[in-house]
């Protein structure tokens, strides 16, 4: 069974400070792994496909990784509009969209 | 290019109840997809329409079921209404293209049963 696992569940910065959220997964064959940003009371908002080992994606502040068992996404001197709950997800080759995601990490980012 | 509509945005229900929502993709977009997300479980698939025919089902019981139309839109059915069932409920459409394909979600339709 396809699974993801995100850590921390939460996280607290200073504006300015940077860190990295953790998504771990295990698929059966990964045809994309995916990160969203989701704001309380929408729908998650696409930010990365990465779908090869060893690749890169970069969009303003945020940076994402992929290995074979887990992606990064890094946040550089982060402001307080990047707080949100980011969410992981996994697409295997099975023949359908569905996506398996994690439980989210929640970002505040405090100014 | 519109996004991904949804609706209505906000429904409330009593138990045993059903409700239908619709979902409008992004144009061109041949895929729908379903699912619900709570604060205990997250986001869990509930299933996926192409072509008007399901393609795959997540785990939940017969009640929940769907359809899609020639021109892509979706609806999905809840009969029943169980006290469990609020939650937000998320379409996402996607090209259905070959190789790593993104899915773009609506806003959601919160559901709340009572």
């Known amino acids: 069974e396809d699974q993801v696992t995100q850590s921390p569940e939460a996280l607290r910065l200073q504006e300015g400070e940077s860190s990295s959220l953790n998504c771990s997964y295990t698929?059966?064959?990964?045809?994309?792994l995916f990160w969203y940003r989701q704001d309380p009371g929408k729908g998650p908002e696409f930010l990365f496909t990465?779908?090869?080992a060893g690749e890169e994606k970069e969009k303003e502040r945020l940076k994402a990784t992929l290995t074979k068992k887990e992606s990064f996404l890094h946040i550089t001197a982060p402001k307080p509009e990047d707080s949100a709950t980011y969410l992981c997800a996994v697409q295997a080759w099975s023949g359908s969209e569905k996506l398996v995601f994690g439980k989210g990490t929640k970002l505040t980012v405090n100014p | 290019k519109a996004g991904v509509t949804q609706t209505p945005r906000y429904l409330i229900k009593t138990r045993g109840q059903q409700v239908t929502l619709s979902c409008s993709p992004i144009s061109g977009h041949r895929s729908v997809s379903w699912y619900q997300q709570t604060p205990g479980q997250g986001l869990q698939f509930l299933f996926e329409y192409f072509s008007e025919t399901q393609r795959n089902k997540g785990n939940f019981p017969g009640r929940f079921s769907g359809r899609q139309f020639s021109n892509s839109r979706s609806e999905m059915n809840v009969s029943t209404l169980e006290l469990g069932d609020s939650a937000l409920y998320l379409c996402?459409?996607?090209?259905?293209?070959?190789?790593?394909?993104?899915?773009?979600f609506g806003p959601g339709t919160r559901l709340t049963v009572l």
């Open positions: 996402a459409s996607s090209l259905a293209d070959s190789g790593p394909d993104t899915q773009y």
């Open positions: 698929v059966s064959g990964l045809r994309g």
């Open positions: 990465l779908y090869s």
